[in-house]
């Protein structure tokens, strides 16, 4: 009977959602060892886009600015072999937010950045939000941010979070890596549940006085 009650189990569990894990990279090397063996799609902007709203990149992926700067100083476009953009907590010299969806459900993104400055930029993966700038003290101007998640995404979302916080950026080398094929469960699997839980409840047998 347990193992009746142990595949029983087993095959629940399958069909219930996973909580999603995202995990946050600073550092480019670790980045690489925690996604080694991925098939991922490059961009460095070498293709100019002009500004516009939105812009779709080479590699698919479309940018949009949410709450558009009223003083027209966000920017959304590729050049010099970047993606530039501004962003203001306020709204009045950069957009609100920025919000990048990619061609198919990814689990793995990463990318250079330049010009992130102190007053912060932060993204949001499934929930969860991060820095690209681990703290004050580091580089004030260059670095690498990635991330990997267990429950693929299909955009994330860039922003101050704050009315007073302001960034002009650049982004370059941009990777992303699309989530594996998922072989999908059989549609007869509730009835083989059932029937894993009458065997089990047979096996016990009859009750004696």
Do not use: H, K
């Amino acid at each position: 009977m347990r193992i009746f009650l142990s595949t029983f189990t087993a095959l629940w569990l399958m069909t219930l959602p996973s909580q999603a894990v995202v995990t946050f990279f600073n550092e480019e090397s670790a980045f690489d060892a925690a996604t080694g063996g991925l098939l991922f799609t490059t961009d460095d902007f070498s293709t100019n886009v002009a500004q516009d709203n939105p812009i779709v990149f080479e590699s698919g992926v479309t940018s949009l600015n949410v709450g558009a700067a009223v003083l027209g100083g966000a920017d959304n476009s590729i050049s010099g072999g970047r993606y530039n953009n501004a962003i203001a907590g306020g709204g009045f010299i950069g957009s609100l937010s920025i919000v990048w969806t990619f061609p198919e459900p990814v689990i793995a993104v990463g990318w250079q950045y330049f010009s992130v400055n102190s007053d912060g930029l932060n993204v949001l993966v499934d929930g969860t939000l991060r820095a690209l700038r681990e703290s004050a003290d580091s580089d004030p101007f260059n670095g690498f941010f990635g991330f990997t998640t267990t429950n693929p995404v299909t955009e994330i979302t860039f922003g101050t979070f704050s009315p007073t916080q302001l960034n002009v950026f650049d982004f370059d080398d941009l990777q992303f890596a699309a989530a594996p094929a998922v072989v999908p469960l059989p549609g007869a699997l509730p009835l083989l549940l059932a029937g894993l839980a009458g065997l089990a409840f047979a096996a016990r047998g009859p009750r004696t006085q």
